[in-house]
């Protein structure tokens, strides 16, 4: 579902229910997830069939890309009533433990995790606790589940500052009811044990209550003897008290659009620095520059950033920061479309940039998950001459300098030496503290 600016100023609400942060909380440490680079799958979209057999097929172009985790967007039927557009939102679903027919079949599924994890991959589900379409069978069968108006009719969700929303074709679940705790979080397990998946990304996980992510989190993680990932839709870091290992870097990318915009490229890695010192201990922000939200409701990387190197430099400033990177379906090929969510529309692959583009996206998605300065160093910013217009930050002995602008910057860098270094991207040697970054140039220095 679209995350609207109210639900992040909504956040303090939610840090007041959760209480302190105790460390018994947290997420445990797990190697595969905290080098994790991950690719977001519209299934429909994805390849000319829009099932589970063409994401299999595709599935080199995910690996080719860099990627190591697939996040499908929700899988199950949606619902018919009260649809939007042609096909309905994915976010609306009718059947938490039924798999929708355009997609294929269960054994298409298991044939998906399976060709998944031969690959040395994982598969994560995005799941969506909040809502159900209106015509799932709970309506019927369960209807203490649902909040209701006066006249017993099932409520669309409200947001953080209690108004409703104007998503119409969902109706939002009550977690003050015990039954559907219980049960929701037998049917997130049954996923795991009887599909072998590896985790989930939970929908607006900070419209369902923080007490009932403390219960079934842990639940889920002992369901199965393996690590899982758990990804929050949401920026609130009390999540992370709550189990989750990833929580959504939403201010994060609404500060790299202010300095595309001509904002301060210092402010931004000054705020990345001050939102980390609160991070609780083995939280990490996932890091993009789209998703399924923003592609299909703001615009996509290259409208934004600029084509090519524009929308590149702005990946980097943000892959390279601490967290956990994402592609979203056709990115790393800079495809220019606003993929829709309630209609279908094939990723156009054959980009005229596509070769260069994935070898780039690649490269940055190698680096996080191969460099222990990406994946453990420090993060502290570095000081130039040029402090409004170059995004300067160290990661352990990587110096990270990016170009905002669409014209040069002639830039010299203090406190630290350049010389001699080599960058990460081209192989080149650096001669000296004074450079001049081209238009969005990059340079990794180790």
Do not use: C
């Amino acid at each position: 579902m679209r995350m609207h600016d109210s639900l992040v100023a909504g956040a303090v609400a939610l840090a007041t229910m959760a209480g302190p942060l105790g460390a018994q909380a947290l997420a445990p440490d797990t190697s595969w997830v905290r080098r994790s680079a991950l690719y977001e799958v519209f299934v429909q979209d994805f390849s000319p069939s829009g099932d589970f057999r063409g994401v299999i097929e595709g599935l080199d172009r995910i690996e080719s890309a860099g990627a190591d985790v697939v996040w499908l967007m929700p899988i199950h039927p949606i619902g018919e009533k009260n649809r939007k557009g042609t096909l309905g939102s994915p976010y609306a679903p009718r059947d938490y433990r039924a798999i929708n027919p355009a997609y294929g079949t269960a054994e298409d599924f298991r044939a998906l995790v399976e060709a998944v994890h031969a690959r040395g991959m994982k598969l994560i589900l995005d799941w969506v606790p909040d809502h159900t379409s209106p015509d799932h069978h709970w309506v019927m069968e369960h209807p203490d589940y649902y909040f209701r108006d006066a006249q017993g009719v099932p409520m669309v969700p409200r947001d953080a500052d209690g108004k409703l929303t104007d998503w119409t074709d969902v109706a939002q679940l009550d977690f003050g009811n015990p039954a559907l705790r219980r049960e929701m979080t037998a049917a997130m397990q049954w996923w795991l044990t009887e599909f072998g998946i590896d985790g989930y990304r939970v929908d607006v996980a900070g419209f369902v209550p923080i007490g009932y992510w403390r219960e079934a989190l842990p639940a889920l993680r002992a369901a199965v003897p393996r690590p899982i990932l758990l990804l929050a839709e949401w920026g609130d870091l009390a999540l992370h008290g709550a189990g989750f290992d990833l929580t959504y870097g939403w201010d994060g990318y609404k500060r790299l659009k202010k300095v595309w915009s001509g904002g301060s490229a210092s402010d931004f890695v000054r705020d990345e620095i001050a939102d980390l010192h609160q991070m609780p201990p083995g939280g990490m922000r996932l890091r993009f520059t789209t998703n399924h939200d923003e592609t299909a409701w703001d615009k996509p990387p290259g409208a934004i950033f600029g084509a090519g190197a524009g929308a590149r430099a702005a990946f980097a400033a943000t892959a390279l920061l601490p967290g956990r990177p994402l592609l979203y379906n056709g990115q790393e090929v800079e495809s220019p479309q606003a993929l829709p969510l309630f209609e279908r529309e094939l990723v156009q692959w054959d980009q005229p940039q596509a070769d260069s583009a994935r070898a780039f996206y690649r490269r940055i998605l190698e680096l996080t998950r191969t460099q222990p300065a990406l994946m453990r160093g420090d993060f502290v910013s570095i000081s130039t001459d040029a402090p409004y217009d170059v995004i300067a930050y160290r990661r352990g002995g990587i110096v990270v300098l990016v170009n905002p602008r669409p014209k040069a910057v002639r830039v010299h860098v203090t406190g630290i030496e350049l010389g001699g270094r080599k960058d990460l991207l081209t192989g080149r040697t650096q001669r000296g503290d004074h450079l001049t970054l081209p238009p969005h140039g990059i340079l990794l220095l180790q």
